[in-house]
Nanobody
Framework: QVQLVESGGGLVQPGGSLRLSCVASGFRRDRYAIGWFRQAPGKEREGVSCISNSGISTYYSDSVKGRFTIARDNAKSTVYLQMNSLKPEDAAVYYC????????????????WGRGTQVTVSS
């Protein structure tokens, strides 16, 4: 059974940090790129970051570049998203998703999805 399970969300003050984790099971994790997406109320789901199956290539949206870092540990079947200098506009439900080999831009191209973890940024 394919599963992606996110964790690490929560409430944080502006300027604070969180580390999200995505644990994958039920498929060949080392063959899939993993992306992080987010969706705020009333907005479309948007891509935040992605890491290729090998971990060599990483991508970030302009809105998070320089503040977020993605990394993967294939031995632990886990992809991390370190989020620093959080802003109120970063608040959303964060999802991880898997796509074969290389990162893609379109949400629809991702095969497997987690259920999400809530990130709230507020003082």
């Amino acid at each position: 059974q394919v599963q992606l399970v996110e964790s690490g969300g929560g409430l944080v003050q502006p300027g604070g940090s969180l580390r999200l984790s995505c644990v994958a099971s039920g498929f060949r994790r080392d063959r899939y790129a993993i992306g992080w997406f987010r969706q705020a109320p009333g907005k479309e789901r948007e891509g935040v970051s992605c890491i290729s199956n090998s971990g060599i290539s990483t991508y970030y949206s302009d809105s998070v570049k320089g503040r977020f870092t993605i990394a993967r540990d294939n031995a632990k079947s886990t992809v991390y998203l370190q989020m620093n200098s959080l802003k109120p506009e970063d608040a959303a439900v964060y999802y991880c998703a898997a796509v074969w080999a290389f990162c893609r831009t379109a949400v629809a191209e991702y095969t497997y999805w987690g259920r999400g973890t809530q990130v709230t940024v507020s003082s």
